[in-house]
């Protein structure tokens, strides 16, 4: 384990929680760490490819960690998606630092 990495707690649409490691250091993204998991089906997730433009990836922020802001694009997919909660964000939107060190997310049901 590279001093790069944080764990996350992800917990997929069937209830399991996965502890993961994700690298802080490649640009990545919550929606890109579930995919290289496979915590959920090919074609669940990402579907956009991760430009805020469907609602694939969204999942549940349930640890009180400090985020950026949605953006524009993000407020307004988030506003048409199924299933939105107080705590929806983008999974796509959440870039992996090491601030997120022990975020704990549940994805969102498929729509």
């Known amino acids: 384990m590279s001093n790069q990495d944080v764990t996350i ?8 929680i996965h502890e993961v490691l994700a690298p802080t250091d490649m640009n990545m993204n919550m929606m890109e760490v579930v995919r290289s998991y496979e915590l959920a089906p090919e074609g669940t997730i990402g579907i956009c490819g991760g430009m805020a433009m ?25 506003a048409e998606a199924f299933y939105v909660e107080e705590n929806s964000r983008l999974g796509c939107q959440i870039h992996i630092t090491p601030k997120l060190e022990g975020l704990e997310i549940t994805l969102a049901p498929e729509s």
């Open 9 to 16: 707690k992800i917990t997929d649409r069937e209830g399991v």
């Open 54 to 78: 469907c609602a694939s990836c969204q999942c549940y922020v349930k640890s009180e960690h400090e985020l950026p802001e949605k953006s524009d694009d993000e407020d307004a997919m988030l």
